[in-house]
């Protein structure tokens, strides 16, 4: 199949992007894998007419924005993230009224239609460094709260306004979990995604997006365990990349919309020409603004 995956591939003048939570045997044939900024990053980049997602549908969605006159497809279309519908457009709208001052920031797990409404993207790991350079002192910060307030205990000078959303996966674990963890393993260092409650992250000696995960495991020389507070796709790239290196997981960290994609799946998807992503024009062309000035303010 993996033979298979690659003629079609190259018949189609296809690119395959990959998220690390993902299955493993995706992230394998994919030609790139990352965290979301890094995905965001890359599809800017790209000569090929078609781009391949393996992800959720906000992402796929993001790489059309990006890209409009490219072919862009899902590996599963229904694949989708529950918290990018956990704000609505009149939300915004009521906060737009309230507040003079006040940038809407939003994580880029979120639907097209809520980019088209907001100031700026952000992903996990860039949203500290993005939000206190911008001018507005009130933030209303979309749709992720446990993202939202990790952001605010950084930027002290700005009045972050937290909506309710949350990622089901991450918001969950309770540190009483961790705890227990801490205590089998006492020696290892703990790594969390800030997309975690509050109470859990508190009890981590790193928290990062999944890339910044993994870097941060490279930093250490000594230590040989970790505990890490992410999606349990993480562990494919870990595994290959620290060998050597012991890795625990909390039970259940998985996000079954992430693990929709699959090989078969991935092999219709190119041999069938389905799964294409649209946009509305319109939704499209704002939602390229936020989208743009992230990736402009995401690497100063
Ligand atoms: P990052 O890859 O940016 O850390 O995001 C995690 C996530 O939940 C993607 O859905
Ligand atoms: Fe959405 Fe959470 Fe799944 Fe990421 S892990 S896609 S934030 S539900």
Redesign the pocket.
Known sequence: MRDRIKELKQNEDAIILAHY?VDGEIQKIADYVGDSFYLAQVAKKLNNRTIVIAG?YFMGESVKILNPDKTVRMVDIKAD????HMVTVEKIKEMREKYEDLAVVCYI?STAEIKSHCDICVTSSNAVNIVSQLKEKNIFFVPDQNLGAYVARFVKEKNIILNDGY????NKIRANELEDLKIKYKKAKVLCHP?CREEVLALSDYIGSTKGIIQEVGKYKDENEFIIVT?EGISSELFSKYPTKKFYYLNDFV?D??KMPTLEKLESTLKNKENEIFVDEDIAKKALVALDRMLELGVK
């Open positions: 939570y959720v993230c529950p918290m990018a797990n990622c089901p996966v991450h997309e999606e996000c919309d992430m």
